[in-house]
């Protein structure tokens, strides 16, 4: 469902000219992503020499310069299900996102948010990291949180549904994932790197309103006419 429809159907207040560009999206770099980001990562779970090579390793960075792992991190995942949620994440919200960067920045718009999410998420566990030599992180999370969280702003009453059946408002959503990625980022006791999924956040919101800051006015008076 679009927003436009939500518009419709539950009195999400999408901005007149917000809305046109966010409804039919055409999608083809999401689709791009999907598709290189499946396929490097079933090949790297059968390969380990690749998946060395493409995983966020800091020592490599910051002491061979291979800054391409900055990037490259994002494209591996540790198994089916960490990459499974997350492409079905980056394909219901980044088909909608990739109209909204393309109508804005052009064709290649959502590609250079989606890298920068990818780049920005990380780089404080790299800067925390650099001299860890076994320190390792994968995955599209970071990226893909700054995709959901551009997309609340958005569409803050829109339902999204946590493990396929419990539906809840986007905003309440992105309230519970935020408390909850900054309590397990302090606990530490998981292997799951919640800074990145933070810092991918705070990446989608502030870069979306630079791109069109009457994005920020249309989320403030979206909050004030909720749709349940």
Request: hydrophobic residues 50%; positive net charge; proline residues 7%.
């Amino acid at each position: 469902m679009t927003a436009c429809a939500v518009d419709k159907i539950g009195r999400e207040r999408q901005d007149a000219e917000l809305c046109p560009t966010f409804a039919e999206p055409p999608m083809p770099i999401t689709l791009v992503i999907l598709a290189i980001t499946c396929i490097v990562s079933f090949m790297a779970f059968k390969n380990s020499r690749l998946m060395n090579d493409l995983i966020l390793w800091p020592p490599a960075i910051a002491r061979q310069r291979e800054y391409h792992r900055l990037v490259t991190y994002g494209v591996v995942h540790a198994d089916f299900m960490h990459l499974l949620v997350n492409m079905i994440t980056l394909f219901f919200f980044g088909r909608l996102m990739e109209s909204f960067f393309t109508a804005r920045m052009g064709p290649l718009g959502f590609a250079l948010f989606y890298i920068g999410g990818l780049v920005v998420s990380i780089l404080p566990t790299y800067l925390k990291n650099r001299a860890n030599p076994s320190y390792r992180s994968l995955g599209a999370s970071g990226a893909v949180s700054a995709v959901l969280f551009a997309f609340i702003l958005l569409a803050p009453w829109v339902k999204i549904y946590v493990f396929f059946a419990l539906p809840i408002p986007a905003i309440i959503y992105a309230v519970l994932y935020t408390a909850y990625s900054i309590y397990m980022d302090r606990q530490g006791q998981d292997n799951v790197n919640h800074s990145a999924h933070l810092w991918g956040a705070l990446y989608g919101v502030i870069f979306t309103l630079l791109v069109d800051p009457r994005v920020l006015p249309h989320f403030l008076d979206a909050l004030t006419h909720p749709a349940f």
